[in-house]
């Protein structure tokens, strides 16, 4: 509306102006006396001003039928579309003209404008790779799905835009969440251009949601090729796909591969958890205690995890519990002030029913970092040393609402997950899980179990228990591990 004023009040300005440039002309004295040829011609000012434009439109005139001309002279001597090259020539220029407003429009926002110039692109130019590059992109960028397919499919028809049509193509079916589709799609945008970064982490993404770990490493080696990784990144996310490619040939008849791809992926990555327990787990089948023992180890050395501990425990089932106490010293003497360690070393000591010696494994733990595995442990101690109920339910009224402590969380949306995975099962993302202690988040608990610490005694020091006196044989290890 403000423009459209604009406009008529530019126009009546414009008007004003010539009109009163006309005036001026007429009132003015003086002329324009012309001698040529024994002839005296002489004119006012308004009639040389318009003298003078007349002139310059018949040179115009003139200008243009020499070219005319020209291209008729073109075609007579064997050129045969010079003539229609020059009638052409202004609706090439319109026609670029509109494309190179409709790339305006569409970097400005404005969709529909750069829909409506990228048709009339269309008509006056013969250049489809082009016009529908600019078609696709306003329609889409408009919300026309159906006219966007339609424009990447005529760019699949030139060898110069198949791989953006191809593209485009490929994004809609993401869209729309046709992974069969797009997984195929991928492959043939791959096939065309190996070395596109984005091309490669899309491939890879549908793979691995697919299930493909073999193409996905293949992805993976051309992308570490491409310079898109680095080494380092290449041999931790390379051993997350061997893992789960072990992972899938795990069966009676195909042993052998599993655990040679389970310890091809622990090698590649020592760090990896769940790789270092598969890989265990499958030389413990292969009764290769120790080298299930090396694996665990040098994984424990990496980082303290549960799932190591219970495989370490795989290792001798059927030992006594003060026999398995001496035997994971080969874990618990190393980082032993690690919370895991020592919640590990305490539950043992459980087991074995040595409580005075678990309460020192615990330590501070239980002021300086509680978790709930961490105070049911300390339940089961005082309950093993024969304190009163009052004092067990206090600590494990506090396990309730204690943090878990760490899980597998998401580094790129902070999603925890019950079990490690390659991909996110919230974003997507592509090795993402870490093994830490998620963001604290202060919210209400919906069953109130806050105020359960105010019907209990708060915990205290168990009293020496009574020679004569046997502690009641309870399964402690089972409390321990309800809280977790």
């Not at 319109?94 to 009339?120: I, P, Q, T």
């Not at 130019?125 to 696709?136: D, F, I, K, R, S």
């Not at 026309?144 to 049509?165: N, Q």
């Not at 270092?276 to 023992?293: E, F, S, V, Y």
């Amino acid at each position: 509306m403000i423009w459209a004023l604009v406009k008529g009040l530019l126009f009546f300005g414009i008007v004003a102006g010539l009109t009163y440039g006309a005036t001026l002309l007429l009132e003015s004295e003086g002329g324009l006396r012309l001698i040529a040829g024994g002839y005296e011609f002489t004119f006012g000012p308004l009639q040389a001003v318009i003298g003078l434009l007349l002139l310059l439109v018949a040179l115009w005139l003139l200008l243009r039928l020499v070219g005319l001309l020209t291209a008729t002279l073109r075609m007579l001597n064997g050129d045969e579309t010079a003539l229609s090259r020059y009638f052409d020539r202004n609706r090439e220029r319109k026609g670029y003209a509109a494309l190179a407003d409709g790339f305006v429009a569409l970097a400005s926002g404005e969709n529909r404008v750069a829909l409506s110039r990228a048709a009339k692109a269309e008509k006056l130019l013969a250049q489809p790779e082009l016009t529908n590059l600019l078609l696709a992109q306003a329609a889409e960028a408009a919300g026309d799905t159906d006219r966007a397919t339609e424009a990447y499919k005529a760019l699949l028809e030139s060898e110069r835009t198949r791989f953006v049509g191809i593209r485009g193509l490929l994004n809609r079916k993401i869209a729309e969440g046709d992974t069969e589709t797009a997984l195929k799609l991928a492959e043939k945008a791959f096939a065309l251009r190996p070395k596109h970064l984005e091309t490669q982490d899309i491939l890879l993404k549908l793979q691995a949601g697919a299930q493909d770990w073999k193409g996905a490493r293949s992805t993976l080696d051309a992308k570490m090729r491409a310079g898109g990784l680095s080494k380092d990144v290449f041999r931790r996310r390379d051993a997350v796909l061997a893992l789960q490619e072990a992972k899938t040939v795990i069966d009676p008849a195909a042993s052998i591969e599993a655990r040679e791809a389970a310890i091809q992926a622990n090698r590649q990555s020592p760090d990896l958890i769940p790789a270092a327990a598969m890989a265990a787990r499958m030389l413990i089948t292969a009764g290769d205690a120790k080298g299930a023992t090396r694996v665990l180890r040098k994984a424990w050395e990496a980082q303290p995890h549960p799932d190591l501990a219970a495989a370490f425990a795989e290792i001798a089932p059927e030992e006594s519990p003060e026999a398995r106490v001496k035997r994971f010293a080969a874990l618990t003497d190393q980082h032993p002030d690690h919370p895991e360690t020592r919640m590990l070393k305490a539950e043992l000591l459980i087991t074995a029913e040595d409580f005075p010696a678990a309460r020192r494994a615990l330590g501070d733990l239980v002021e300086k970092h509680p978790t709930g595995r961490a105070l049911a442990l300390m339940a089961a101690v005082d309950r093993g040393e024969g304190a009163d109920e009052a004092a067990v339910r206090g600590w494990l009224a506090r396990a309730l609402i204690a943090p878990r402590g760490p899980q597998w969380c998401c580094d790129k949306c902070q999603a925890i997950h019950a079990q490690w995975g390659p991909i996110c099962d919230n974003c997507g993302g592509f090795d993402t899980l870490s093994w830490r202690e998620p963001p604290e988040k202060a919210t209400p608990s919906p069953t109130g179990s806050e105020l359960l610490p105010l019907f209990v005694e708060p915990p205290k020091p168990a009293p020496p228990p009574a020679a004569e006196k046997e502690p009641e044989i309870i399964d402690l290890a089972a409390i321990a591990r309800s809280a977790t």
